[in-house]
Structures are given as C-alpha cells and as structure tokens.
C-alpha cells in the first residue's frame, strides 16, 4: 500500500529565506506526482505535477523535483514572502489507481514579516 | 459560475439522518472525485466517477452512496449520519488528456457536523 510522508508537519521561517520542503513515498511505482497549496479553510490548488519520466518542474519562485527511484520529491520556495504561508501537500498518482492520488499530511508553512 | 463549487458550505445534522453534499463543475471534465479531509489522516478518496453512470469505491466508501447521472454533478449522500462522518469534503475534477493532463481541480470544500 502506497504511503507518503510529508516531514516537518510544521515550518516557521523568516521573509526572504529559500526553503524546502519534503515528501517521500513508499512504493517507487507512481504515474505522477502533484504539489497543492491550502489556505486555511480553502480547498487545494494545484501549484506543480511532475510525471514519472521528468525530474523537475518549475513555475516562478517555485522548483519541484522528483527522485522516483529513492522515492522523494522536494518543493524548493525561492525568496519566500508572507503570501505562501499555507499548508503544502503532496499527492501521488498510483498506476494502478486510475486518477486516484495518494496524499501526505502537509506540512504547515508559516513566513513570518 | 465557472469551475467546481459545492454546497452546502457548512452543515450540522444529527446522528441517523440522510445528508446530501452537492458538487457541480463547469469544464465538462471526465473524472470526478470525492475526499474527506481529516486531522490525523490527511485527505482520503472516498468514490470517485470516470464518467456520467461510472463510478468506483475509493479508500473510505463505508456509509456513503454517490450517483453521476450528469457529467457535471456528483453528489455525495450520507445515508444514515454518524458522528466518525464529521468532517470538511471535498469534491474534486479531472481531465485526464486535456491542458494540465491529471491535474484534480478542487471545491471550497463542505464542513459536515453530526451532533
């Protein structure tokens, strides 16, 4: 059974520090990976989705990466702003599942002014 | 309005009644979702539905009933409540070979309490 870990569950960091923020996942036999951003008592927006076959993906001050096999994927916040304070999720896509996703807990991102 | 929206936002019922969650989407997309977000768990898939008339058990399906008569609507029924069914659900939408391939667009989500 596919388990993913999101790891801190909580982060604190000054405005303008680069980041990073971890999830890794048991089984090795994904189709994609997903990051989504939640703001409290919003749903979830997708900020990045890595397939299988790619090793990174990039959008503004955001950089995902993928290692399939060692079963990690990292979301690198460049410069980051009080905005991003959210909780970040990651989801697999499990190949067996036909677009089900697997998600971690999340880890909770507060940027402090 | 354009996108995914469900409804009610909030509810509070008691223990024994049937409940029913909205969720309507614009885009036309195939794939639709249901998930139950909890403390402790995280988001579990509950059913979701690869077309109009398909549909399939997720993780947590016990005590839930879904139809998809219509692309664009996908309800949620709660059948006879129960208190371990409190929880904020959300619905969510996919179009799986379409721009954003696999993408899951989601609702504001429904707070569901039962008293």
């Known amino acids: 059974k596919q388990e993913v870990t999101q790891i801190p569950a909580a982060l604190s960091v000054p405005e303008g520090e680069n980041l990073v923020l971890n999830c890794s996942f048991t089984?090795?036999?994904?189709?994609?990976l997903q990051w989504f951003r939640q703001d409290p008592g919003k749903g979830l927006t997708s900020l990045l989705l890595i397939q299988s076959s790619q090793r990174e993906q990039t959008s503004g001050r955001l950089n995902a990466s993928l290692d399939k096999s060692s079963g990690r994927s990292t979301l690198y916040i460049a410069a980051s702003q009080p905005g991003d304070s959210a909780t970040y999720l990651c989801a697999v896509r499990i190949i067996q599942g036909a677009q089900k996703l697997v998600f971690g807990q999340g880890t909770r991102l507060t940027i402090n002014p | 309005d354009a996108g995914i929206t469900q409804s009610p936002r909030y509810k509070i019922t008691e223990t024994g009644r049937q409940v029913t969650l909205m969720c309507h989407q614009t885009?036309?997309?195939?794939?639709m979702f249901w998930y139950r977000q909890d403390l402790g768990h995280g988001l579990r898939l509950i059913y979701y539905s690869a077309a109009a008339d398909i549909t399939d058990k997720g993780e947590v399906p016990d005590g839930y009933v879904v139809s998809r008569s219509k692309t664009e609507n996908f309800p949620l029924t709660l059948e006879s409540a129960t208190r371990s069914q409190t929880s904020v659900y959300f619905c969510a939408s996919s179009d799986p070979g379409g721009v954003g391939t696999d993408t899951q667009y989601f609702g504001p989500g429904t707070r569901l309490t039962v008293l």
């Open positions: 885009w036309s997309h195939s794939y």
């Open positions: 089984d090795s036999a994904i189709y994609n």
